[in-house]
C-alpha cells in the first residue's frame, strides 16, 4: 500500500512511528488537556469512559441485567424504574407485543387464539436481535424485560415440554446478571394474563434453572420500593 504523508498522534513514540514509515509526525493534544483520555486508560476500565466507545465496542463491554419471572410480578415496572435510574435504555419483551397484537385482530365472538411452537422460535430470535441491537446504544448496562432463555420457559409452560431450538438461542445470550421477581405481590389482570394459577410453578421452575446455571442471579421480593432498592443496589455493584 501507500505510505502515509502525515500521522497524528499523542504519543511520545510518535515521531519514530511516523519516522519508519517516511512521514511527517504531528502531535495532537499531548497533554491530554482538549481530550482527557487515552487508549490505555479506556482499555483498563471501559465502563468509567463509555461515552468515548463507539457502539460496536460498547455492545461487548455493555453490562446485561436480565428480569424474569411468572406473570404481573413487576418486572416491566422494574425494568423501566432501573432504566431511568442508571440513565439508560431498556428492551421491552417482544412476546407481549406479538400476543397483543395478535389479539387486537379479533372479533369479539372468536376465542383466544393459541401458542404454537414456531411462534416462540420467532419471539426468541426477536428478542435475541432486539437486545443486540439496543446494547449499541445503552450506557454501561442494558435493562432486558425477559431473554430468550425466559422464552425457553413459557414455551414449557404452554407445551409442557422444551424447544431445542428456542433453547439453543436462549444459550447464545449474553447475561451477567439476571433478577428473579417473586410472586408474592398482587396478580394484576390487565386482559391479556392467563397464567394467575401457576405462578408458583414458573417462579420455582425460574428458580430451579438460574440456581443450575452459570450466571449470578438475585431473588427480587418484598413491596414494589423493596424490589426496587434490591435491584438498584444489585446493578450497582455489579457496575462497580
Given amino acids: 500500500g ?7 498522534t499523542s504519543e511520545d513514540y510518535g515521531l519514530e512511528y511516523a519516522r519508519l514509515m517516511g512521514a511527517r509526525h504531528v502531535m495532537v493534544d499531548h497533554a491530554r488537556t482538549a481530550v482527557p483520555v487515552s487508549g490505555t486508560l479506556i482499555r483498563s476500565a471501559p465502563l468509567e469512559h463509555f461515552e468515548f466507545l463507539e457502539p460496536c465496542v460498547r455492545a461487548y ?4 441485567v436480565v428480569l424474569v419471572g411468572a406473570e404481573s410480578t413487576g418486572k416491566t415496572t422494574l ?6 435510574r442508571f440513565e439508560t435504555i431498556w428492551v421491552p419483551e417482544y412476546g407481549r407485543e406479538h400476543w397483543e397484537k395478535k389479539v387486537a385482530g379479533l372479533a369479539m365472538s372468536d376465542p383466544l387464539p393459541s401458542w404454537s411452537h414456531d411462534e416462540f422460535f420467532d419471539i426468541a430470535t426477536e428478542q435475541q436481535a432486539r437486545e443486540n441491537r439496543l446494547a449499541r446504544e445503552a450506557n454501561r448496562v442494558l435493562i432486558c424485560d425477559t431473554n430468550a432463555f425466559a422464552t425457553g420457559t413459557w414455551h414449557e409452560r404452554y407445551y409442557q415440554s422444551r424447544d431445542a431450538r428456542v433453547d439453543a438461542i436462549g444459550a447464545a445470550d449474553k447475561v451477567d446478571l439476571y433478577l428473579l421477581t417473586a410472586p408474592d405481590v398482587a396478580f394484576v389482570q390487565d386482559g391479556f394474563r392467563d397464567g394467575e394459577k401457576i405462578r408458583d410453578w414458573m417462579h420455582e421452575t425460574f428458580r430451579a434453572q438460574l440456581a443450575g446455571g452459570p450466571t449470578p442471579w438475585r431473588l427480587i421480593a418484598g413491596s414494589y420500593d423493596e424490589r426496587f432498592e434490591a435491584a438498584e443496589a444489585a446493578v450497582a455493584a455489579l457496575l462497580e
Avoid: T
Fill in 79 to 84: 425494568a423501566q424504574q432501573l432504566a431511568e
Fill in 61 to 64: 463491554f455493555v453490562r446485561r
Fill in 2 to 8: 501507500r505510505a502515509p504523508d502525515v500521522v497524528f
